[in-house]
């Protein structure tokens, strides 16, 4: 493998699911790596997260601390969710749903966690 | 207990239905409890958890809810902005075990 | 006296609801009788020596529940699959006050009961 | 309590939650149970289930072992899934929308695992 | 394996899409993983697990598939009958695994 | 020699995920070199004592796969947080053959494979 797809599609915070892929992305770095924010993964897109006061890590910190790490939102996803009208995160780059597969089938893998 | 019970086998149903949501708006479950919301007569919202998403759906606006009560932590957690119909508390579990165990509540959690 | 009883199906760490029925529960006992069943997964919970590092041990909030008087029950098809035996309800590697003793105690929980939460994934 | 109602949203086999909440419901009975077949949970209801090679419990038998427990399906939920055209067991009663919901708040407690 | 990665390098895609999937048809996964096979010239789905549901669906019909291969004994346990278009195994596993590792294949899991 | 890596998160019992795991891994392994990596709940699949009564011994396929050849490693941070303890990336609770490692353990299994089968709810 030289390039790992990795799909996130549950909500964070109310799950491990997005700390757990987030993490995984981080140790995959020597390789190209990309995550898909789709279906309830995009509110992982929305702006002003703190999460001090839930007493757990802050999954959007994670973003930005690792620049290798491409990061991608499916757009009908947050249309559906109403988050074009919301601040959202400017590490993650909104794409259309063909250049989403278009990215998710050009990786050597795809994991969805 | 026995008041309650009595309201109950009168045929009476309790006054106000509590619904705690922690799911995001697109799950079946909160499909499900916003579709009880839709029957109930006073309803009054809690939203902890993943369940703070379902501000961001317009759809709310159409729901006839007595109150949206939502939790402090998990809203900033997640960077979800309260509209000016809610109720943002940190002592967000205490007031829902005070309503929900209220004799004339009944709780659903979803 | 009313009495709420939880119901959980998730194991810790995986999913909030551990620690949100933790903070029902906690507030819920300063005035009711608080019951939690641990279904499924949630017989998880109560293992000992749990030492998160970015997260609250969610262990050691159940056994603070138990200590402040909730009922905290597992099943005993999902602890024994799941490689948690007992002896008479008690688990050794389980955290004090959490007893393993039968899903008709589930049915018994709820016929006492008020009001019933069930917070699962 | 004197009623409960379980609502079952998850397919079965694929989990342990429909066995787990089926086995919740049957030691229940001494309360008034409603099981609640709804979204994915609908799947219970087909019939000529055959879980011997598999190596699990017949779920459709618990339904049967237990005539106790009232079982409904939500039909917009087993319409969405095709299962109108299929045979399904005879012990599930099928109610529309309205009925399901009417049957859920009328039970004192309503419970999804 | 070198051939495998010349291949890729070439800017080549492997020649067939192997898709398993183990999810019901409704859920956000069993909808990408379709979504995919939509896109792909030459896919083969592999049904095990709740995934054998998808063979109640109408639409599977329009998908073009070069082969559907089913898990027997998911499939039985489920009550699902299959179509005549469909492959039923017992030794399912071991088929998948001998698609799968193909070097001109690329394996997707949901 | 090709190489597979199959990535679980789901622990024992609560879905089909790590008998089906156990059914690739088994075919695989005939012909190909065959890595699991368990993250999340799946670090509870090698607990040791487990006793099913209508379903397979699920941390005993796994401690077959082990013997049988697969590379199985767990999750440090995951495996803690639920109260399994390593030393030198042996866990007493654990089946042997599988071993808490590191999560960077991943990221080499990733490298080397072939194919990945990631198996999650």
Do not use: W
């Not at chain 2, 007569?41 to 759809?59: F, I, K, N, T």
């Not at chain 3, 008690?90 to 709820?110: H, N």
């Amino acid at each position: 493998m030289r390039s790992v797809f990795y799909l996130l599609d549950v909500a964070p915070y109310g799950s491990e699911k997005a700390y757990g892929l987030l993490n995984a992305a981080a140790v995959s770095i020597k390789m190209n790596v990309i995550v898909g924010l789709y279906a309830d993964g995009v509110y992982l897109a929305l702006a002003g997260q703190d999460s001090r006061a839930l007493g757990v890590p802050n999954l959007s910190d994670i973003i930005y601390a690792y620049p290798e790490m491409k990061v991608i939102a499916h757009e009908p996803s947050l249309a559906k969710r109403g988050l074009f009208s919301q601040s959202l995160i400017e590490r993650v780059e909104l794409v259309d749903d063909e250049k989403f597969i278009e990215e998710t089938v050009a990786s050597d893998s795809v994991i969805a966690l | 207990m026995e008041h309650d019970r009595q309201l109950h086998s009168d045929g009476k149903e309790p006054k106000v239905d509590i619904f705690l949501l922690t799911k995001p708006p697109f799950s079946e479950r909160a499909r499900f409890c916003l579709r009880l919301i839709e029957q109930s007569e006073h309803a009054v919202l809690y939203l902890a958890g993943d369940g703070v998403y379902v501000l961001l759906e317009e759809a709310l606006e159409n729901l006839s809810l007595a109150r949206i009560v939502v939790c402090r932590e998990d809203l900033e957690a997640r960077g979800v902005q309260a509209g000016d119909k809610t109720v943002v508390l940190v002592d967000f579990y205490e007031r829902l075990v005070e309503d929900a165990m209220n004799k004339e509540s009944k709780l659903y959690a979803f | 006296m009313t009495t709420l009883t939880i119901i959980l199906t998730d194991g810790p760490y995986i999913s909030e609801y551990a620690e949100m029925a933790y903070k029902i529960a906690k507030a819920a006992l300063v005035h009711h009788k608080v019951n939690i069943f641990l279904y499924l997964d949630a017989v998880h919970i109560p293992k000992g020596s749990q030492n998160p590092v970015l997260f609250v041990n969610i262990g050691r909030l159940f056994e603070e529940l138990a200590s402040n008087g909730a009922t905290i029950r597992a099943c005993p098809r999902c602890a024994a699959a799941r490689g948690y035996q007992a002896t008479d309800g008690v688990c050794q590697e389980y955290l004090p006050g959490i007893r393993i003793t039968s899903l008709y105690d589930l049915a018994e929980m709820l016929k006492e009961s008020d009001k019933v939460i069930a917070l699962s994934k």
